[in-house]
């Protein structure tokens, strides 16, 4: 993969935008094709939602990646997967009217 950094950053966030709107549900409280990552914490859940752990790991990415040596992957790919992550949070964010909503009874 020898894209243009733009180009690498742009298709990787049409990636992972085209794939969570494939997996995730179409709409908010409908099922997709995966479960809903939500936890038990006593009388509470806490609802992972998708675009929470992609910005996790989109963290971890970065900071495993850029000036650690821990993983030194190329630049087009480095930036291709920044730029899924980026895809996944923003369908997370802009597809659903729950998406602020974390811990709830």
């Given at each position: 993969m020898n894209l243009?950094?733009?180009?690498s950053l742009s298709l990787g966030v049409l990636v992972g935008f085209g794939a969570?709107?494939?997996?995730?549900?179409?709409?908010t409280g409908a099922a997709g094709m995966l479960p809903?990552?939500?936890l038990p914490a006593g009388n509470w859940q806490v609802h992972l939602?998708?675009?929470l752990?992609?910005?996790?790991l989109l963290a971890?990415?970065?900071?495993?990646t850029d000036g650690t040596g821990l993983w030194t992957p190329n630049a087009a790919l480095k930036t291709f997967l920044?730029?899924?992550l980026a895809g996944i949070i923003l369908q997370g964010i802009f597809c659903y009217?729950?998406?602020?909503?974390?811990?709830y009874r």
């Open positions: 243009a950094p733009a180009a969570a709107k494939l997996v995730a549900g179409p709409v809903s990552l939500i939602h998708h675009w752990w992609a910005s996790i971890a990415l970065f900071l495993v920044y730029g899924a009217s729950d998406w602020r909503r974390i811990v």
